[in-house]
């Protein structure tokens, strides 16, 4: 045999061998029922959705269904993530109809989950709300959110550093927060979207 002739038989080989071994490559890729992982770019990280599902009642508590509860060690704010057993006097609590509660940071992220339930516990709504309870910041004693006084703007940061609304039970414990810290007096319904989406920044919360 000439050495081209076997040049070419040698090539001609070599080609061959390689198309076999993709073909057989690509029929191990794509078996069927094999899962294929496509990969378009770089991997985006965010803001990690908590779910913090609510805690139900306890009739052996020996509590009425919507009083106030001890905040469970274990619970974690729907909105932020935190254990709102973790911050003492600033945190606040919701009850729904059916005895299922929700446990908060502070009262600022009670206010921004009220702003859209939905968003933060999927299924349910506000009109699920029995009541809702903030700590006096002074006091440490409980009362309902639409009937404490909350100040904005002092000089005392919230457990996530974000904002502040501290609240009180009666005004006069408020005004000489305000004569320390300095800040605002606000009641529940002067707390807005706007001033809430101000206060909360620009935390996301992907679901």
């Known amino acids: ?27 191990l890729q794509w078996m069927p029922g094999k899962q294929h992982e496509v990969r378009t770019g770089p991997v985006l990280t965010g803001d990690i959705c908590v779910v913090a599902p609510p805690q139900p009642f306890d009739p052996a508590s020996g509590l009425s269904v919507y009083a106030v509860r001890p905040v469970p060690p274990d619970a974690r704010c729907p909105v932020c993530g935190m254990y709102p057993a973790k911050t003492g006097t600033w945190a606040a609590q919701l009850i729904f109809r059916n005895g299922d509660a929700q446990f908060f940071d502070s009262p600022l992220t009670l206010f921004v989950y009220l702003q859209d339930i939905g968003r933060y516990s999927r299924g349910r709504q506000q009109s699920e709300v029995a009541v809702a309870y903030v700590r006096d910041l002074r006091q440490g004693t409980w009362v309902t959110a639409d009937s404490a006084w909350y100040v904005h703007g002092s000089d005392t940061p919230g457990p996530m550093r974000a904002g502040n609304l501290p609240a009180f039970s009666g005004l006069a414990a408020a005004g000489d ?5 300095g800040g605002s007096i606000l009641r529940s319904t002067q707390l807005d979207a706007a001033l809430l989406q101000q206060l909360h920044g620009a935390r996301r919360h992907m679901h």
Do not use: E, F, N, P
């Open 1 to 27: 045999m000439m050495l081209t002739d076997r040049v070419k038989l040698v090539a001609w080989r070599w080609v061959w061998g390689t198309c076999a071994g993709l073909s057989v490559l690509a029929s």
């Open 177 to 181: 927060y305000v004569s320390a810290h």
